[in-house]
């Protein structure tokens, strides 16, 4: 760390000690304001991304469980109940998992690039 660096970061850490703690609470519900504004548009690229993934894998899926290219519709009569319950649920749990695991991904990267865990969205 260089002598500037340095010494501003000491500087800072001495005027947050001299804030008193209702001014400490209000700078860090503004920081968390600002946090969460600055990650919204990054979680809603990382929800379209996770959204098409999804629906990639469960085409596959599908394909490979129900043996047809396409997924049953269920409105689509000539369906039996159990092939549109079976896709749904493959289908929720597929969405379900891609979106965690992308989720969590974008909010490591967050942290890896700023230092700091994304607020809650």
Known sequence: MT?????ARH???AADTAQSPSAKR???????????????PVGLVLGLASG?????????????VGGEGDAPDPLDE???WKEILLAAAIQ??????????VDRSGAVG?????????AGT
Not at 92 to 101: L, N, Q
């Open 3 to 7: 002598r500037r660096a340095s010494r």
């Open 11 to 13: 500087e800072a850490e």
């Open 78 to 80: 000539d369906r039996a």
């Open 26 to 40: 209000s700078a860090a519900k503004r920081r968390k304001k600002k946090q969460k504004l600055l990650y919204r």
């Open 92 to 101: 929720g749990a597929i969405f379900a998992v891609v979106r965690a695991v």
């Open 52 to 64: 098409a993934l999804a629906g990639a894998l469960f085409g596959r899926i599908w394909a490979a």
């Open 110 to 118: 967050v942290r890896r690039l700023t230092g700091v865990w994304p």
